[in-house]
């Protein structure tokens, strides 16, 4: 019987780690359900209870400091940036016409659908523009003013 109670509050962590997207309650799931297998094999309740405090205390002293390492974004860690990050703040040309609804643009040789960052702007083929962010495929694009930085989107500050 011990078994299932730890079974059930391995699986509620788990639930509620999909909600929160931490990973920390997950750690504390691995320690529930490595009690589970501590009183599936007859260890007393007591016993059950370190089992779930050393794994639980272990997955978050070791895997804790990996994730958040690999989490943070390479303008955080000083690393090169690649991928979807390497095109944040890269100029594109504008291909298509832009504005809230459609557009297309060129980034670094590289073809991407595109929508204004401003609703309110729209940008002619053979205009220069700046990738503000990237939205799955489509870049968030914004007037490419180097030169004066401070019209730039609360979101670039």
């Known amino acids: 019987m011990d078994a299932v109670v730890w079974i059930v509050l391995g699986v509620v962590l788990a639930v509620a780690e999909i909600f929160t997207t931490t990973l920390f309650l997950i ?9 589970a297998g501590a ?12 089992v779930f405090a050393l794994v ?6 070791v895997a804790r400091p990996v994730i ?4 943070r974004s390479s303008l955080e860690t000083g690393e090169q ?13 504008v291909l298509e ?10 980034i670094d040789g590289e073809l991407w659908s595109a929508r204004s960052f401003d609703a309110t702007q729209s940008f002619a083929p053979g205009e220069r523009v700046q990738v503000i ?17 401070g019209q730039l989107p609360e979101a670039k500050r």
Not at 56 to 61: F, I
Not at 81 to 93: M, Y
Not at 140 to 147: C, E, I, K, T, Y
């Open 68 to 71: 958040r390492r690999h989490s």
């Open 27 to 35: 750690m504390f799931a691995a320690g529930a359900f490595a009690a």
């Open 133 to 149: 962010k990237v939205r799955g495929a489509t870049a968030l694009v914004w007037q490419d003013d180097v030169s004066s930085p």
């Open 39 to 50: 009183a599936a094999l007859g260890a007393p309740v007591a016993v059950q209870a370190v």
């Open 81 to 93: 940036p690649f991928g979807v990050e390497a095109i944040e703040g890269s100029t594109a040309l």
């Open 56 to 61: 639980s205390a272990l997955s978050v002293a």
């Open 97 to 106: 016409a832009v504005d809230a609804e459609h557009g297309m643009v060129k």
